[in-house]
Structures are given as structure tokens and as C-alpha cells.
């Protein structure tokens, strides 16, 4: 039978994040189950309470197949995994009560993992932002349609420049 | 108590999740769950929601696991 284990670690611990998998793989071979696929990252979360003081955390889970009298090592794993000091919480489902392994709500957890990560991609938007407020009165003052594309395409590649310029 | 006046007449609504075809529901999914809960973050009663016992025993599952994992709040102020 299929099941699902679901942890997440400190933010401290990300670095340590392959280290941690391999931790994890080992915990649940030694218990007889087979990995059924590689783990799947749900990534930097903020998580909807503190725990010990963490607002956020690293969020990750893997599918593992148990059968026949492994299956009667869920606790066993489940006691490992608790003692297994890296991990800050676990939790191990059966994977047919939760579908398809993958993230339905997604679209929320990508909106935060946007919003937590600051390098880089916080950058971009906000000076596409400065460069849009120029853009909106020379559309307004141009009224045929046909000058307001040409500064539409002046724009584009007026943007473009720019991005090109920033990562330098 | 004016036990005169008429009742409300109640109107059936039908099980999200069986309209949909709907038949597991991952405990990671917050939006869904959030449809679900209230504004101060407990599980609304079927009676609000319309779900099917089977289905609002699944969401209550569903919404305890994902409190535990911090997913979503076990209550908003």
C-alpha cells in the first residue's frame, strides 16, 4: 500500500535539505519501503502558527510503498522520524485518501513561496511597476491606435533594454 | 416563542465534492479546506455546506491533518 510522508524543517535546516531527504530515505529502507518516486518540494512556507518560535519553515513530501507485514512499521517509522532530531514535524497519510500526488492548491503555495523569497525575483516587479506609470499617460495622450502600438513596441523595447541592463 | 410564523422553506443543497466527482481530498490543499471553514477557522457544519456525511467526514480529516502540519490555523482571532 502507498502511503505519503509529509515533514517540514526549520528555515536553518534548508542548506542541509539533501542530507536531511537521505536521512529520511534511509529511515524509511530500513523499514522495508520502497520510494515510489523522488521527493517533491513544497518549499518555504509560512507556517499558520509559530512553532518554537519559527514563523517559517521548509516543507517537502515523498511517496513510499509499504507491503504486505510492513505495513505494520508505520509507527515504527513514525517513532524514528520523531526522534530524528532535523525535522520539526511529520506526518505519514495513506496516499489513496489523498489523490494524485500533486499540490491542487498550488496556486497558494506559489503565491507565498513569490512572496517569501526575496533575491532576485522581488527586483524584477517592482521596476516593471516604476516603468508601467510613464507608460499609461503617453498611451492616454497618443489617441489613434496605431501610435499607442508604436509606443507599445517603443516600450517593449524600452523594457527590454532595461532588463537587460539590470542583472549587471 | 411565536410558533405561528412559517418556516423557512429548506433549500437542499447539494454535496460540493460529489457535484465535482471528487473522491479524495489532500489535506495540503488549503484553499479548498478554507471553502470549508468558517472565518474564525472551524469546520462548518454540513448543514451550511451541504456536504454528504462521507464527504464532511473526509473535509474534517482532512482539516485536522492539516492543522497539525501548520497549514492552516486552529483558529483566527
Known amino acids: 500500500m502507498e502511503y505519503e510522508l509529509l515533514f517540514f524543517t526549520s528555515v536553518a535546516n534548508e542548506d542541509k535539505i539533501d542530507l536531511i531527504k537521505k536521512d529520511i530515505t534511509e529511515i524509511l529502507e530500513s523499514q522495508g519501503a520502497k520510494m515510489s518516486g523522488e521527493f517533491s518540494d513544497i518549499g518555504k512556507r509560512k507556517l499558520a502558527y509559530p512553532i518554537k518560535r519559527n514563523t517559517h519553515a521548509f516543507f517537502s513530501f515523498v511517496r513510499f510503498v509499504l507491503d504486505g507485514e510492513n505495513r505494520q512499521n508505520i509507527p515504527e517509522i513514525g517513532k524514528h522520524l520523531g526522534l530524528y532530531g532535523n525535522i520539526m514535524r511529520h506526518i505519514v497519510v495513506r496516499a489513496d485518501e489523498i489523490g494524485k500526488p500533486i499540490i491542487s492548491g498550488g496556486i497558494k503555495f506559489e503565491e507565498e513561496r513569490a512572496v517569501a523569497r526575496p533575491s532576485g525575483r522581488r527586483e524584477k516587479p517592482i521596476r516593471l511597476r516604476q516603468e508601467e506609470r510613464p507608460a499609461k499617460p503617453t498611451a492616454e495622450t497618443k489617441p489613434n491606435e496605431d501610435k499607442s502600438k508604436a509606443s507599445l513596441s517603443e516600450l517593449d523595447e524600452k523594457l527590454s533594454e532595461i532588463l537587460e541592463e539590470t542583472p549587471e | ?77
Open chain 2, 1 to 77: 416563542m411565536n410558533y405561528n410564523q412559517p418556516q423557512q422553506p429548506v433549500v437542499k443543497k447539494s454535496c460540493y465534492f460529489c457535484a465535482n466527482k471528487i473522491d479524495a481530498i489532500d489535506y495540503k490543499d488549503t484553499l479548498l479546506l478554507r471553502k470549508f471553514m468558517s472565518s474564525q477557522a472551524k469546520i462548518m457544519p454540513p448543514k451550511r455546506t451541504g456536504n454528504c456525511s462521507r464527504h464532511q467526514r473526509m473535509v474534517s480529516r482532512a482539516v485536522k491533518r492539516a492543522r497539525a502540519m501548520a497549514l492552516i490555523s486552529y483558529l483566527i482571532k
